[in-house]
């Protein structure tokens, strides 16, 4: 390779055997600029693609493409393979995104939103019919029950639970009982304060706050504990031992929330009762005595019913989001946290979706 005269004449073989020797060279006309009429390539030898490179280095990659374009120069092998590598190493402007109009993006992410509450409901569909299957297979073989599991799991979703249910309902009846009397009485009907209370607490306060607290402490639980088994790669040990982990693992959490809720819901209803007839003793007058009374007189069984009915279906709802959250887990803590999150919000979400769905039915069938 000569540079005389702002002509530039290239000759021999260009591949990489050279390639150290051609740098050489190259680096001694680094930044001169060479014109495509002053440039000599009759010469060129055989060309890979690492003296491809140091040729797009000398020159440029736009001065030899033009050259590859010329005909007669190179031969059509050389000149396609240089063109290739010169096209290769241009810079390129990344290209900008295309902008969205307002509708067209808020309609493209309605459409993500349903696609993936869809996806989550058919994966829960799955899910819960698969506990059913599971529970019917193993429910009629008692050497197949998990009762160590089973009771561990009504302690830690049930007793522990206790204390934190039973206050938040008696603060919440105190609550109620307030707003109640501060309404009743530019009426002069404070007495109905009672039934507000009763009514509140066994229908509907009772059994939502108790599934909403398990929502955000058992449910998360069982997520965590899921998916740290899952990251620790032993639901996959479990899989080799010949072990179902639907059954091992998740019947146990479910049936011990199915007797937990219920538990815990009358304890709730107890203790917002309570909290109630606290606050009607101090600011309404009225006593304890009278308190139950007005209960026994005005407010039937089925409402008692009506909020007890709700906790099974409740807690089996709440256990199944956990359990499934916990098995979406994928190889890191940091997926663990997203689906611990994603399953409080789901379950309360689901809980207060069915919740709301029940109150309008019962109001509808007169129950």
Known sequence: MTGENHHLVIRGDWTLADYQTLKQKVQEYAGQQWDTDHIDLKGLGRVDTAGASLLVALLGPKTLSALTKQDGILPQEQSALLHAVADALQEKPSPEPE????????????????????HLIYLLSGFVGQILATLFAVLPRPKRWRVTAFVAAIQDTGLNALPIVALLTFLVGAVVAFLGATVLTGFGATIYTVNLVAFSFLREFGVLLAAILLAGRTASAFTAQ?????VNEELDAIRTLGLDPVELLVIPRVLAMMISLPILTFVGMLAGLVGGGVVCAIALDISPAQFMAIME???ALKHFLVGMSKAPIFAFLIAAIGCLEGFKVGGSAQSVGVHTTSSVVQSIFVVILLDA???????????
């Open 99 to 118: 902008g969205l109009a307002p509708i067209s993006q808020f309609l493209t992410e309605t459409g993500k939103t349903v696609e993936a509450i869809w």
């Open 226 to 230: 899921i998916g740290a088994m899952k």
């Open 297 to 299: 007189r005005d407010i």
């Open 357 to 367: 769905g029940a109150a309008l039915f019962f109001m509808e069938m007169g129950w």
